[in-house]
Antibody
Framework: QVQLQESGPGLVKPSETLSLTCTVS????????WNWIRQPPGKGLEWIGN???????KYNPSLKSRVTISLDTSKNQFSLKLSSVTAADTAVYYC?????????WGQGTLVTVSS | QSALTQPPSASGSPGQSVTISCTGT?????????VSWYQQHPGKVPKVLIY???KRPSGVPDRFSGSKSGNTASLTVSGLQAEDEADYYC??????????FGGGTKLTVL
């Protein structure tokens, strides 16, 4: 059974860098696309970007200047870094597998941007 | 403002059918075979119902079906059940380097 689990700080200060990790179990990360998606409280979903097992990345153009997604194949993990955060980046952050039709998703982790 | 337009709400009685629309442009929905639909219950993780416009993952009831005509994709829920009350989101690739979601539709089972 494939499972994904997000981890990282739940509170980040404005202007700092948000860093999250998604740990994958049940399948090697050396296949598939791996995504980050976020959902501000009470709002809809926003795709942040993805990384292919070969290392190629695609980012939401509205976030591209601030986003980096990377793989750690030795730990079967992939990571998200979002720089220069503001209150608008407060959201539940999900990781998910796939190119179209993300499945499965992690449980999500709430990240609050506040001083 | 979301890139894909969904009605904020939809409703139907148990046993009825409801269709939720997702309207984009020729740059996303109209030009993509990678349209997906997700169901999200309050406080829960989104679950994929449809991918690649019409395909249903194993375990998803065949009461859920997807289609596309021009720049509009649709999700039809047949034989509505109380458990179908949830938020529904569509998504589509916009070109090869961007994926966009709809704003979501709250489905109420009357």
């Amino acid at each position: 059974q494939v499972q994904l689990q997000e981890s990282g700080p739940g509170l980040v200060k404005p202007s700092e860098t948000l860093s999250l990790t998604c740990t994958v179990s049940g399948v090697s990360i050396n296949s598939h696309y791996w995504n980050w998606i976020r959902q501000p409280p009470g709002k809809g979903l926003e795709w942040i970007g993805n990384i292919y097992y070969s290392g190629g990345t695609k980012y939401n153009p509205s976030l591209k200047s601030r986003v980096t997604i990377s793989l750690d194949t030795s730990k079967n993990q992939f990571s998200l870094k979002l720089s220069s955060v503001t209150a608008a980046d407060t959201a539940v952050y999900y990781c998910g597998r796939g190119y179209s039709g993300f499945d499965p998703w992690g449980q999500g982790t709430l990240v609050t941007v506040s001083s | 403002q979301s890139a894909l337009t969904q009605p904020p709400s939809a409703s139907g009685s148990p046993g009825q059918s409801v269709t939720i629309s997702c309207t984009g442009t020729s740059s996303d929905v109209g030009g993509s075979n990678f349209v997906s639909w997700y169901q999200q219950h309050p406080g829960k993780v989104p679950k994929v119902l449809i991918y690649e416009v019409t395909k249903r993952p194993s375990g998803v009831p065949d009461r859920f079906s997807g289609s596309k005509s021009g720049n509009t994709a649709s999700l039809t829920v047949s034989g509505l059940q109380a458990e179908d009350e949830a938020d529904y989101y569509c998504s589509s690739y916009a070109g090869t380097n961007n994926l966009v979601f709809g704003g979501g539709t709250k489905l109420t089972v009357l």
